[in-house]
């Protein structure tokens, strides 16, 4: 089965420090990975997507991602954090089983992140 | 160009009713999503829509069933309501192509059930 692993609940991070947040999934078959960004009260934002190619990918806000085959794993990374990006981060992966149409998302448990001044 | 919308926002709703949410995708869309997330968890698949079906379906009772309709709106209902069903309701919508196929979400329905 699929799943989603946040290594993470919570990471406080001083304003304008660099701040990775770790995600790895376990997946028997080709994934697609997101992940999305959550502020308070809000739905869900994409932040940044893997489909294929390059596995360094760049997002909105200046977040990026790298994807790791071996290391099953799809940490986020932001050099230098803003108090705007206080919110709940979701590592999400989308299993696609082809001609079955089996494409829903399974999420992380999500991880807060708390810039402190 | 109108994103996913949700309605209505908040909901208050007494143990054993039933509740209707409704969703209209993104502009384009023809795939509905529905995602349900507890306080402090991530969002768990509900089911999804596509052509007027549920073609997939997570681990959640019959009490949960919805409908899409030919504008590929949907909705989601929920009968006999439970404690545990208070969370927010998150409806997703992309495009039935596997090389393009991205959930955009909505803002969501925050159900209470007292």
């Known amino acids: 089965a699929q799943s989603v692993t946040q290594l993470d609940s919570q990471v406080p991070v001083f304003e304008e420090a660099p701040v990775e947040l770790r995600c790895n999934y376990s997946?028997?078959?080709?994934?697609?990975l997101f992940w999305y960004v959550q502020y308070p009260n809000q739905g869900l934002q994409l932040l940044l997507k893997?489909?294929?190619?390059?596995?360094l990918v760049k997002g909105i806000n200046g977040f990026e991602a790298e994807f790791n085959k071996s290391q099953t794993s799809f940490h986020l990374r932001k050099p230098s954090v803003h108090i705007s990006d206080t919110a709940e981060y979701f590592c999400?992966?989308?299993?696609?089983?082809?001609?079955?149409?089996?494409?829903?998302?399974?999420f992380g448990k999500g991880t807060r992140l708390h810039i402190l001044p | 160009d109108a994103g996913v919308t949700q309605s209505p926002t908040h909901l208050i709703k007494t143990r054993g009713q039933q509740v209707t949410l409704r969703c209209s995708p993104k502009s384009g869309h023809d795939t509905v999503s529905w995602y349900q997330q507890a306080l402090g968890q991530g969002p768990q698949f509900i089911f999804q829509?596509?052509?007027?079906?549920?073609?997939q379906r997570g681990n959640f009772p019959d009490r949960f069933s919805g409908h899409q309709f030919p504008n590929y709106s949907s909705e989601l209902n929920v009968n006999a309501l439970l404690l545990g069903d208070s969370a927010l309701y998150l409806c997703a919508s992309s495009l039935n192509d596997l090389a393009k196929n991205i959930q955009y979400f909505g803002a969501g329905t925050r159900l209470s059930v007292l």
């Open positions: 999400a992966v989308r299993v696609t089983r082809g001609m079955n149409r089996d494409d829903k998302i399974i």
């Open positions: 829509y596509y052509e007027e079906e549920e073609r």
């Open positions: 893997y489909l294929s190619g390059s596995t």
């Open positions: 997946s028997s078959v080709s994934v697609y």
